[in-house]
């Protein structure tokens, strides 16, 4: 069995963007309202993807999540809402997307994870969860970590595949842990003691359902796939990674949300 290399850090930030970037696509809800920042700083809006240089994501992580389903080849640039976080001088509207029409922003290659079951293919930024569908009844399943069998059967509500920028996210809540490199796999509410896993991100995990019902889900996505009784599917990491612009505007420690007065970072490590 393989465990985790240092071959992926969980924020790889690459450095600065170090282009001027001309045209941005809005995403998120109530987007609008950053239209007047985003013109003053030079910056065109456009609606095609196609012309796009990247979509400024208004929101927090689950927007996050869905513009990069949404629109998985560009690089997404989220900023947080005025409406919510007490935003630190660094990360006002009108400083962010001066910084970015000018590329003076970090780029950072997220690993994505990749989930394949009944013919559907899930990509996931924080995680690939397979969960029991029915809360009164947990599911049975047994787990092969790059063909070896790790666990024949075991029952519980079913199991979390982290990436590191995820690990702070479900799979913390069940380890009370987080990793830097690898893919995190935690065995959720086991009846049995199931210890917890990081593998090398090059591992592929495979799971048979012996009694469902169950669901196999990535990151928040509505319409997870439904699993029963002698349904596989597979996770592995994801060969294309996910590329974000000014990540820093979501992890920050001196913003703070305005209802807990908590850093708005204060999830990520």
């Known amino acids: 069995m393989k465990h985790a290399s240092g071959s992926e850090s969980v924020k790889g930030v690459d450095g600065l963007v170090g282009r001027k970037v001309h045209r941005v696509l809005l995403e998120g809800r109530d987007a609008g309202v950053l239209a007047p920042s985003i013109t003053e700083a030079g910056l065109e809006i456009v609606t095609g993807e196609e012309r796009a240089d990247c979509v400024v994501v208004h ?52 690993p994505r994870l990749r989930g394949e079951a009944k013919g559907r293919v899930l990509h996931g930024i924080n995680d690939i969860v397979f969960h029991n569908k029915r809360v009164t009844a947990g599911v049975r399943y047994r787990v092969l970590i790059d063909g070896d069998e790790y666990a024949h059967e075991i029952v519980g509500d079913g199991l979390v595949a982290a990436t590191p920028f995820g690990s702070s996210a479900y799979y913390r809540s069940i380890t009370n842990s987080v990793f830097r490199v690898g893919i995190g796999l935690a065995f959720n509410n086991s009846t049995e003691v199931v210890n917890h896993l990081v593998l090398c991100d090059r591992s592929v995990v495979e799971v048979e359902v012996l009694r469902g019902p169950a669901v196999l889900a990535a990151d928040n996505i509505l319409d997870p796939v439904e699993l029963s009784r002698g349904d596989r599917f597979s996770i592995r990491s994801s060969r294309e990674l996910a590329v974000i612009w000014g990540l820093d505007n979501l992890l920050c420690h001196e913003c703070r949300m305005k209802e807990s007065g908590l850093p708005a970072g204060f999830r990520h490590v």
């Open 59 to 110: 929101g927090g992580d689950g927007s996050l999540l869905g513009a990069d389903r949404a629109f998985p080849n560009l690089p997404k640039f989220p900023v947080r809402r005025s409406s919510e976080v007490e935003k630190c001088p660094r990360h006002h509207d009108r400083e962010v997307f001066r910084n970015l029409a000018e590329g003076r922003v970090t780029e950072t290659r997220l």
